[in-house]
């Protein structure tokens, strides 16, 4: 599909966003004016967006604890919303290839699915934030706690999810692979892994949310850098320009965040029939 | 000659928990296929034919008697005995031509060998152009020739269909049975095909095995003499179609009693 057509099919999502978040907006704004709003709690847009230079002081490029503010500006901004996404990126990707695994091994083997079934059951309703003492109990204040709460967010969901796929595999497809002389192995990475990977990739994307709330979470208490931090900054020194500025540049890495990931979806999980997959035909 | 396949007292009762709920699928099976023969089975559904195919397919296990294939016990599924299903069942993450040659990827043919199998298999199929569609953007009548194409591609010297055709249009199942014809003459396969539409088995077979309702036994055994196309018109194909709608008749008020009574 040429470019042209790509961009005349988004605009219209892109047109009723900007509504959609402009109303948002305008109400807030109309809040402020009748005087609703009391711009030091309730600051709206144009104020918290009036002064950037000024908010984007507290941003820092390093990311140690109790560091200095080092007078901010873009590239502080980028390497703050930089350390939390990788924090992300790392706790996902582990948190996935290691739920896989051990979605599969409950699956296929017994003494796997009698011993560690009724632990993740147990574990898996436990909050996140429930974690965090232990993350910080085991790995101290850093980088690793972060990246821990964000692994275990998506770590169980992603082996009950292996476990009910695999369970839901066609068995049809598996009999092909058998008549063509797959061996166990052959069947689960050709057969079984493909056939599940694309509603993992959902639950992933479901929990990606999550994990993003986690990670602002673990910043703010156990990190010492990152946009949770600013958050918590903002917070304790009662600046409400830079809490909701910071709000603002969430909701935007979340959303792109996530945008990433259905790319990613469509890249890697070409079969899956999306809107766009049966236009480009 | 050696039977392609050789099939004594077969029986096979599905177990449950409690031996009260066993189901007896098959009893007392006995019959052979003579390489290069179509045979088809025929009976009402439930009466356990599409277990026969899986069992001589060696997905499943006969609880009694022998199955053999070229004389060989039947112990495993094997690429030379290939069962083809009513869904298509092809990979959906897979081209056509890579479904076409997934059984030859297991074997770790290199990717030009497995190119020029495909497009091969896939121009005598008529799909010249499909190699690299993906399976969802097929008819369902083309998605069940890609089937068999994945089959043939292993070039077995048996070829089982579990009622391929039913989910098809009338129209379309007259195309695939001639399509299905030339493969079987081209590929000089025995082909065992199961099926429940009285005019399937007079269009198709050499032989049909007509079954019993639960548990499944050879009711008669009726050979097909009829030249080929085999036209509705001829009275002998009228002949044959009454034959088996008394023989059918009675097996489908049991099977449909017994369904009906499993579901109180």
Not at chain 1, 55 to 82: E, M, Q
Not at chain 1, 173 to 185: E, N, P, Q, S
Not at chain 2, 198 to 223: Q, Y
Request: charged letters at 15%; one cysteine or more; hydrophobic letters at 50%.
């Amino acid at each position: 599909m040429s470019l042209n057509r790509r961009v005349a099919a988004a605009a219209p999502a892109f047109l009723w966003g900007v509504v959609s978040v402009g109303i948002f907006a305008g109400l807030w704004e109309l809040a402020w004016a009748l005087g609703y709003a009391n711009p030091l709690l309730l600051p709206p847009p144009h104020i918290f967006l009036s002064d950037i230079p000024g908010t984007l002081r507290y941003f820092d490029t390093t990311n140690t604890v109790g560091s200095n503010a080092t007078g901010g500006g873009l590239v502080a901004l980028a390497t703050t919303i930089g350390w939390t996404t990788l924090r992300v990126v790392l706790g996902l990707a582990i948190g996935f290839v290691l739920g896989v695994g051990s979605g599969a091994l409950i699956g296929y083997f017994a003494p796997f699915r009698n011993l560690m079934l009724p632990l993740v059951t147990l574990l898996a309703p436990v909050s996140p934030v429930a974690w965090l003492p232990v993350a910080i109990f085991l790995f101290g204040i850093g980088d690793v706690p972060a990246i821990f709460l964000v692994f275990i967010t998506v770590y169980f969901a992603i082996v009950l999810s292996t476990i009910a796929q695999i369970e839901s595999v066609p068995v049809n497809y598996l009999h092909v692979a058998r008549i063509m002389g797959a061996t166990r192995w052959q069947s689960f990475y050709r057969v079984v892994l493909p056939s599940v990977l694309p509603a993992l990739f959902m639950t992933l994307r479901l929990n990606l949310f999550a994990a993003w709330m986690v990670v602002l979470i673990a910043e703010a208490i156990g990190v010492g850098s990152g946009l949770g931090q600013i958050v918590s900054v903002a917070r304790s020194t009662f600046n409400a320009k830079l809490v909701f500025f910071t709000m603002g540049i969430i909701g935007v890495a979340g959303f792109l965040f996530d945008y990433a990931l259905r790319q990613v979806q469509r890249k890697v999980l070409w079969w899956i029939s999306t809107n766009s997959s049966k236009a480009a035909l | 000659m050696t039977p392609a396949i050789s099939c004594t007292r077969v029986g096979k009762i599905w177990r449950s928990a409690d031996s009260a709920n066993d189901v007896e699928a098959l009893r007392n099976i006995s019959f052979t296929v003579m390489p290069g023969e179509f045979v088809v089975l025929l009976g009402p559904s439930g009466c356990g034919k599409s277990s026969l195919l899986y069992m001589i397919a060696g997905l499943e296990q006969p609880t009694e008697g022998t199955l053999l294939a070229h004389g060989r016990p039947v112990a495993s599924p094997d690429a030379d005995r290939s069962l083809i299903f009513q869904d298509a069942s092809l990979f959906p993450w897979l081209t056509v031509g890579e479904n076409v040659t997934f059984g030859l990827s297991l074997r770790r043919e290199s990717k030009a060998k497995r190119r020029e199998v495909a497009d091969e298999i896939l121009r005598k199929i008529g799909l010249a152009d499909a190699a690299d569609k993906r399976p969802d953007q097929l008819s369902g009548g083309m998605r069940q020739r890609v089937a068999v194409a994945r089959a043939l591609a292993m070039r077995p010297s048996i070829l089982m269909m579990d009622e391929p055709f039913a989910a098809l249009d009338v129209q379309t199942r007259a195309k695939m049975q001639d399509f299905l014809l030339t493969v079987w003459k081209d590929s000089g396969a025995s082909v065992m095909l199961v099926t429940h539409s009285i005019d399937e088995a007079i269009a198709l077979a050499d032989r049909v095995l007509v079954f019993t309702a639960r548990p499944g036994k050879i009711k008669t055994e009726v050979p097909i003499d009829l030249e080929r196309p085999r036209s509705p018109r001829d009275p002998r194909y009228r002949e044959l179609h009454d034959l088996f709608a008394d023989l059918l008749a009675d097996e489908v008020d049991r099977a449909f009693e017994q369904q009906e009574a499993a579901a109180e």
